[in-house]
């Protein structure tokens, strides 16, 4: 027949369109599949604070390299009343922010604030920097120093067998530690006079690798290991040797750190100002993955404006995170009521007393909710004894069933048991037709029909409730509306089932003989 | 679980997924199904193409016809009041006659008029219509049945449902009301349900509640081989509600009565399909036949000589039929 071809092939195209979507966010944007996974997001701030001066104020200020290989999603700056100006400078592609003001009096703050994933631990050494060529003659200025430093670099070759050992070594007595009084042979002790500090020992590292040509650079950043106010700013050596990017870390390697600027300055350069007092503060922040993904300036930022939620009000937001796990409700109860012959109260009934558990939990939901039904019941045949006609009657219970909420509501609060027992209006309608529709059931059918379908929906619904509140699910559907597509093929598909359900092969038993 | 399923399919059973899809929604056009749900249009239908129908004392649709109500029940043999819109016989007053002030119900008990007026009050408020439309009250003529079923009945009245498919009688049933079932002869309130074979008219074994019975619960009488009177009527009646309605596929309901015969009660257009545990065989390959065969050229007399041939005495030898036990 043609129509069931036509609902075939409509069913399985939506399956295949919100499948096509659901994969490619996956796949190729990167969105993860499970709510579980997080990233831990790294707030970074540079916090500035000092006195003005009434005189021409410049600072400026070292930032993250905005580098392909880390995400800064969400800069900011907070420049109070100076003036911003970003550089970039060409040589060591290191990132600037000059903060100037005429006449700044009294304390001032400026602030920078971005996030970044952190995951530097893998990162490239960029091929540019291996084609870095030679530096300046090293210690031209100096002539006492220059000779050391041939005396040196000399000994050290001939000590060395290649490239690797020479560098090795340089490293190690670049950093050998020294008693104060120790005497040592001593053009290192002449290099490192005047400097003899973390940063003239990367120097001269620096300066005698260049020398034997291997690209080296002093780098500077912090270290991605705990989250505090006061964070130390930490330096380290890069050089590029035999084709490979390496990194001396004199204080220990890191599991996790990220670069901020080049070169063996200062973070801050500052004139004009006085007591300037300069924090990095480092806080981890555990995130949903996908939250990631969104806020960067990829292709998925981009997509999720168009198909996602994001773009709506927070509120809205919230009702549509209830809303898309309903169609997941309605196609486990189409699922249950065309495969297994559930028999309910109304058709979607079920689902929407399982919308109602959300405001009071599934057992309080049920026993909340049998209890209501029950009481409900009785007043309904006590009424039907006063002979009021249908509406007038539907109203009495209704206005019962407020009343007894109420009572539970007060009863509870003045008990002090805070059970978390929000009333809204919402299950009051849901009763009220269900209360109505089972004492229908009861008397034109049987009471234990009415039972029946009662507790088929109570089943069905507590069903719907698990399924609509399960975290995964309620993560899918939100971060993947194109489910609902595939959610819809499904109904479309089974509304062309024919065959038996599983109840009526109890029902048909005598046949099957 | 297989097993069942793969058996059931075998003999022919189709599902209630099947009836609707199939059958239902494909054979009934859903603008005509007024002509069903609407049991009055009903009524004025089959009159008007010689069906016999219990006859009609009366019509109360809003609460200026209810004054009149004691006119149209002055009726010493009892009457019938039941909501035009209702389905599966709810909402149906049996009346069996006047009782000291009041009247009696079918089911023994006795109600005062202001009771019935609430009753009828409530039905034409929609209580029992599809969606809770507004509805009207029929009074009409009570069934005096025929005494050829009253050795399988307790009480209220048994009644026959021909299923047609496109004009065709294919299943056809007795159903017997039990004490159980409150004198209604619905099967899914505990009533008892005998097939009969189309081509004699004969009642085969019987089932209550999908399962096979040989005497009816109350009065322990045999089910099988009961004469249903007026056979041939009764299948021309049905073949020729798909002439009223245009519906393909529909329940006939026909009770007998004592003095006149074969009345149309109702009829419907999504009959159960528990007929076919009563019949002991699957509706499919009856109903693969008949859709097959069935024409509109075909009178309604040469589809009920076709609709004999379908009975399963007459079966031909290679169609799977569950074999009487």
Same mark, same amino acid.
């Given at each position: 027949?043609?129509s069931?071809?036509?609902?075939?092939?409509?069913?399985?195209?939506?399956?295949?369109a919100?499948?096509?979507?659901?994969?490619f966010?996956?796949?190729?944007?990167?969105?993860?599949v499970?709510?579980?996974?997080?990233?831990?997001?790294w707030?970074?701030?540079?916090?500035?604070?000092? &006195?003005?001066?009434?005189?021409?104020?410049r600072? !400026?200020?070292?930032?993250?390299?905005?580098?392909? &290989?880390?995400?800064?999603?969400?800069?900011?700056?907070?420049?109070?009343?100076f003036?911003l100006?970003?550089?970039?400078e060409?040589?060591?592609?290191?990132r600037k922010?000059v903060?100037?003001?005429?006449?700044?009096?009294?304390r001032k703050?400026?602030?920078?604030?971005?996030?970044?994933?952190g995951?530097?631990?893998?990162?490239r050494?960029?091929?540019?920097?291996a084609?870095?060529?030679?530096?300046?003659?090293p210690?031209?200025?100096?002539?006492?120093?220059?000779?050391?430093?041939?005396?040196w670099?000399?000994?050290?070759?001939?000590?060395?067998?290649d490239?690797?050992?020479f560098?090795?070594?340089?490293?190690?007595?670049?950093?050998?530690p /020294?008693?104060?009084g120790?005497?040592?042979?001593? $053009?290192i002790?002449?290099?490192?006079?005047?400097?003899?500090?973390v940063?003239?020992?990367? !120097?001269?590292?620096r300066?005698?690798?260049?020398?034997a040509?291997?690209?080296?650079?002093i780098? *500077?950043?912090?270290?991605?290991?705990?989250?505090?106010r006061?964070?130390?700013?930490?330096?380290?050596?890069?050089?590029?040797l035999?084709?490979?990017?390496?990194?001396?870390?004199?204080?220990g390697e890191?599991?996790?750190?990220?670069?901020?600027?080049?070169?063996?300055?200062?973070?801050?350069?500052?004139?004009?100002?006085?007591e300037?007092?300069?924090?990095i503060?480092?806080?981890a922040?555990?995130?949903?993955?996908?939250?990631?993904?969104?806020r960067?300036?990829g292709?998925?930022?981009?997509?999720?404006?168009?198909?996602?939620?994001?773009?709506?009000?927070?509120?809205?937001?919230?009702v549509?995170k209830?809303?898309v796990?309903?169609?997941?409700g309605?196609?486990l109860l189409?699922f249950?009521?065309?495969?297994?012959?559930?028999?309910?109260?109304?058709?979607?009934?079920?689902?929407?007393i399982g919308?109602?558990?959300?405001?009071?939990?599934l057992?309080?939901g049920?026993?909340?909710?049998?209890?209501?039904i029950?009481?409900g019941?009785?007043?309904r045949?006590?009424?039907?004894?006063l002979?009021?006609?249908?509406?007038?009657?539907?109203g009495?219970?209704?206005?019962?069933?407020?009343?007894?909420m109420?009572g539970?509501t007060?009863?509870?609060?003045?008990a002090? #048991?805070?059970?978390?027992?929000?009333?809204?209006?919402?299950?009051?309608v849901i009763?009220?037709m269900?209360i109505e529709?089972?004492?229908?059931?009861?008397? $034109?059918?049987?009471?234990? !029909?009415?039972?029946?379908?009662?507790?088929?929906?109570l089943?069905?619904?507590?069903?719907?409730?698990?399924?609509m509140t399960?975290?995964?699910?309620?993560?899918?559907?939100?971060?993947?509306?194109?489910?609902?597509?595939?959610?819809?093929?499904?109904?479309?598909?089974?509304g062309r089932?024919?065959?038996?359900?599983?109840?009526e092969?109890w029902?048909f038993?005598?046949?099957?003989? | 679980?297989?097993k069942?399923?793969? +058996?059931?399919?075998r003999?022919?059973?189709?599902?209630?997924n099947?009836?609707?899809?199939?059958?239902v929604?494909?054979?009934?056009?859903?603008k005509?199904?007024?002509r069903?749900d609407?049991?009055?249009l009903?009524? #004025?239908?089959?009159?008007?193409?010689?069906?016999?129908?219990?006859?009609?004392?009366?019509?109360?649709?809003?609460?200026?016809?209810?004054?009149?109500?004691p006119e149209?029940?002055?009726?010493?043999?009892?009457?019938?009041?039941?909501?035009?819109?209702?389905? #599966?016989g709810?909402?149906?007053?049996?009346?069996?006659?006047?009782?000291?002030?009041?009247?009696r119900?079918s089911?023994?008990?006795?109600?005062?008029?202001?009771?019935?007026?609430?009753?009828?009050?409530?039905?034409i408020?929609?209580m029992y219509?599809l969606?809770?439309?507004?509805?009207? +009250?029929?009074i009409e003529?009570?069934?005096?049945?025929?005494?050829?079923?009253?050795?399988?009945?307790?009480?209220?009245?048994?009644?026959? /449902?021909?299923?047609?498919l496109?004009g065709?009688?294919?299943?056809?049933?007795?159903r017997l009301?039990?004490a159980?079932s409150?004198?209604?002869?619905?099967?899914?309130k505990?009533?008892v349900?005998?097939?009969?074979?189309?081509?004699?008219?004969?009642?085969?074994?019987?089932?209550?509640h999908?399962?096979?019975i040989?005497?009816h619960?109350?009065?322990?009488h045999?089910?099988? *081989?009961?004469?249903?009177p007026?056979?041939?009527?009764?299948?021309?009646?049905?073949?020729?509600?798909?002439?009223?309605?245009?519906?393909?596929?529909i329940?006939?309901?026909?009770?007998l009565?004592?003095?006149?015969?074969?009345?149309?009660? &109702?009829?419907?257009?999504?009959?159960?399909i528990?007929?076919?545990?009563?019949?002991?065989?699957?509706?499919?390959?009856v109903?693969?036949?008949?859709? +097959?065969?069935a024409?509109?050229?075909?009178?309604? $007399?040469?589809?009920?000589?076709?609709a004999?041939t379908?009975?399963?005495?007459?079966?031909d030898a290679? $169609?799977?039929?569950?074999?009487p036990?």
């Open positions: 027949m043609n069931i071809r036509h609902a075939i092939l409509l069913g399985i195209g939506l399956i295949i919100g499948l096509a979507v659901f994969l966010k996956v796949g190729t944007l990167g969105y993860p499970s709510a579980k996974a997080t990233t831990t997001v707030d970074f701030e540079i916090f500035l604070e000092f &006195e003005g001066q009434d005189q021409p104020a600072l !400026e200020v070292y930032l993250p390299a905005g580098d392909v &290989e880390r995400t800064f999603p969400q800069e900011q700056y907070y420049n109070g009343p003036g100006n970003l550089m970039t060409p040589a060591t592609r290191n922010a903060w100037t003001y005429r006449y700044p009096s009294n703050v400026l602030r920078y604030t971005a996030q970044t994933v995951e530097t631990q893998s990162t050494l960029p091929d540019a920097f084609r870095g060529g030679a530096d300046l003659i210690y031209e200025a100096d002539p006492i120093k220059r000779q050391a430093f041939i005396v670099t000399g000994d050290l070759r001939r000590r060395s067998a490239d690797r050992s560098v090795d070594l340089a490293l190690k007595e670049a950093f050998e /020294r008693d104060a120790e005497q040592y042979a001593d $053009e002790a002449v290099l490192l006079e005047g400097r003899s500090g940063m003239g020992r990367l !120097e001269l590292a300066q005698t690798l260049q020398s040509g291997v690209p080296a650079r780098a *500077n950043g912090v270290y991605l290991t705990e989250a505090r006061r964070v130390e700013v930490k330096h380290w050596l890069e050089y590029y035999d084709g490979q990017g390496s990194r001396f870390f004199p204080e890191p599991s996790r750190f990220f670069t901020i600027w080049y070169g063996d300055r200062e973070l801050v350069t500052a004139s004009g100002v006085e300037l007092d300069v924090q503060a480092l806080q922040e555990r995130n949903a993955a996908v939250d990631i993904v969104r960067g300036a292709d998925a930022s981009r997509i999720d404006r168009i198909f996602g939620f994001h773009s709506l009000p927070l509120t809205t937001q919230l549509y209830v809303l796990t309903i169609p997941v309605i196609t189409v249950l009521r065309q495969f297994i012959g559930f028999k309910t109260l109304g058709t979607f009934m079920p689902v929407l919308i109602a558990f959300r405001e009071t939990a057992v309080n049920v026993l909340l909710f049998s209890a209501l029950i009481l019941l009785a007043l045949f006590y009424l039907e004894r002979q009021l006609l249908l509406v007038p009657r539907l009495v219970v209704v206005i019962f069933i407020i009343l007894v109420a539970v007060i009863a509870l609060t003045g002090n #048991q805070a059970i978390g027992l929000s009333i809204s209006l919402f299950p009051i009763l009220t269900t529709r089972m004492s229908i059931v009861w008397e $034109e059918s049987s009471a234990g !029909e009415a039972i029946k379908q009662g507790l088929g929906s089943a069905v619904a507590s069903m719907a409730y698990l399924a399960n975290n995964q699910v309620e993560y899918l559907m939100y971060q993947f509306p194109e489910l609902l597509l595939v959610l819809m093929g499904l109904c479309v598909l089974m089932y024919t065959g038996l359900r599983l109840s092969l029902r038993r005598e046949l099957a003989k | 679980m297989l069942t399923y793969q +058996a059931l399919r003999n022919g059973v189709i599902g209630i099947e009836r609707n899809i199939t059958y929604n494909a054979l009934n056009p859903r005509l199904l007024v069903v609407n049991k009055l009903t009524k #004025q239908l089959a009159q008007a193409a010689d069906i016999p129908t219990p006859e009609l004392y009366g019509v109360i649709a809003n609460a200026r016809d209810m004054k009149h109500l149209m029940i002055n009726h010493p043999d009892g009457f019938v009041v039941k909501p035009a819109h209702g389905s #599966q709810k909402g149906i007053i049996v009346v069996d006659g006047p009782l000291k002030g009041g009247w119900l089911s023994g008990r006795r109600i005062k008029l202001e009771d019935m007026k609430f009753q009828i009050n409530n039905m408020s929609g219509s969606g809770g439309q507004t509805d009207m +009250a029929m003529y009570r069934v005096k049945f025929d005494d050829v079923f009253g050795k399988v009945s307790f009480k209220g009245v048994p009644d026959m /449902r021909v299923i047609v496109k065709v009688p294919v299943f056809a049933m007795l009301p039990t159980e409150d004198g209604k002869a619905n099967l899914h505990g009533g349900g005998a097939g009969i074979d189309l081509a004699t008219g004969l009642t085969m074994r019987a089932m209550q999908d399962q096979l040989d005497v619960p109350d009065t322990a045999p089910l099988e *081989n009961i004469q249903a007026y056979w041939d009527d009764i299948l021309l009646m049905a073949a020729r509600s798909y002439d009223v309605t245009g519906l393909g596929y329940g006939v309901d026909i009770v009565d004592r003095e006149k015969g074969p009345l149309l009660l &109702e009829l419907n257009a999504r009959p159960g528990s007929i076919q545990i009563a019949n002991r065989r699957g509706l499919r390959f109903l693969e036949k008949a859709g +097959a065969l024409s509109d050229k075909l009178t309604a $007399e040469e589809r009920v000589a076709f004999k379908l009975s399963e005495k007459a079966a290679g $169609e799977p039929v569950i074999a036990v």
